[in-house]
């Protein structure tokens, strides 16, 4: 069982996600927005089942740079980096399996 979700923020961005040797799938998010908080229990989940990817969650009212230099317009997005480019793009709010399905080629299918 891997573990469950990181927090990252604008200073730490680079080390932990960019030059990660996993892909790592982001969480774009604000204590606000109601659909963010929707999908959060998904993606502890997902952190808890799947090792072979990061989940990490980035709070774009306190981490505003890494969302705008990413283009983030609307949240919950969720980006996968990997070699440290943006590898895939999620948005909206959408169950886990949907997710899941969004994730194949990063994730084992369970």
Request: with cysteine; glycine share 8%; hydrophobic share 45%.
């Amino acid at each position: 069982m891997a573990g469950a979700t990181i927090t990252v923020t604008d200073a730490d961005f680079e080390e932990k996600v960019l030059k990660s040797d996993k892909p790592v799938l982001v969480d774009f998010w604000a204590a606000w927005c109601g659909p963010c908080r929707q999908i959060a229990p998904s993606l502890e989940a997902i952190a808890g089942e799947h090792d072979e990817i990061i989940v990490a969650k980035l709070n774009i009212d306190e981490n505003p740079a890494t969302a705008a230099k990413y283009g983030v317009m609307s949240i919950p997005t969720l980006n996968v980096y990997q070699g440290g480019e943006v590898a895939k793009t999620i948005v909206g709010a959408k169950p886990k399996a949907a997710i899941e399905r969004d994730l194949e080629g990063f994730i084992a299918a369970k």
